[in-house]
């Protein structure tokens, strides 16, 4: 199947900074990625939907100023968590699907984010 | 209501065993439907897509009742491995994927 890349995998910060997670496809191009944020044994949620060339659709509840999305190209988006809290420590996963329609989601590796 | 609801176990069943879970959504819009499993802090990968007709892949069956707004997955002679987490997916309208909270599954030799 197609290769969505995350990195990095885990990062450990410091309260009040920011960190950049990238999402790239490797072997297709994706005019749209997804961003989902999971906590400890509870489901992902999506917190956001990428667009190449254009702003980020964000999910109810989902502070855009603090999660920043570029998606500058066809295969890279960027997600960057504007000074961190604790309580943003979570997994951070993002998929890209190959075309449009209702195809196969492809995952990222996902990052583990810990703010401390 | 949340969108998509599951039962989020855990199920506990010994090796061999025959175990179904259940999952609903709200959406009578929602396009297509999917079932993932999601290993202990990785991501989750794509078990198998679920089709009006029903679909089977070797010991797991999934099948689709639009009217009941529900979908099932089957898991027939179950084996260690598949310990994991069962992730309901629906597609919403703009390719939106959502997500179920999962459901924990763990067989027992």
């Known amino acids: 199947g197609a290769v969505v890349s995350q990195h990095p995998s885990w990062v450990i910060c410091k309260s009040g900074t920011s960190v950049k997670i990238e999402c790239r496809s490797l072997?297709?191009?994706?005019?749209?990625m997804f961003w989902y944020r999971q906590f400890p044994k509870q489901s992902l949620m999506l917190m956001a939907t990428?667009?190449?060339?254009?702003?980020?659709?964000?999910e109810q509840g989902v502070e855009k100023d603090k999660f920043l999305i570029n998606h500058a190209s066809l295969t890279l988006s960027t997600l960057t968590v504007t000074s961190a809290h604790p309580e943003d420590s979570s997994f951070y996963i993002c998929?890209?699907?190959?075309?449009?329609?209702?195809?196969?989601?492809?995952f990222g590796q996902g990052t583990r984010l810990t703010v401390v | 209501r949340k969108e998509v609801e599951q039962d989020p176990g855990p199920f506990n069943v010994p090796e061999g065993a025959t175990v179904a879970f259940n999952c609903t959504y709200s959406?009578?819009?929602?396009?297509?439907f999917f079932w993932y499993r999601q290993d202990c802090r990785k991501e989750p990968k794509l078990l198998m897509s679920v089709y009006s007709s029903g679909n089977e892949d070797g010991r797991f069956t999934a099948q689709l009742n639009r009217a009941s707004q529900y979908i099932s997955l089957l898991i027939r002679d179950s084996k260690l491995s598949d310990s994991a987490t069962y992730l309901c997916?629906?597609?919403?309208?703009?390719?939106?994927?959502?997500f179920g909270s999962g459901t924990r599954l763990s067989i027992r030799p």
């Open positions: 998929s890209a699907r190959v075309g449009a329609g209702n195809t196969e989601a492809f």
């Open positions: 959406n009578s819009a929602s396009q297509s």
């Open positions: 990428s667009n190449e060339g254009s702003k980020a659709t964000y």
């Open positions: 997916v629906v597609n919403k309208e703009a390719s939106k994927i959502i």
């Open positions: 072997d297709f191009q994706a005019t749209t």
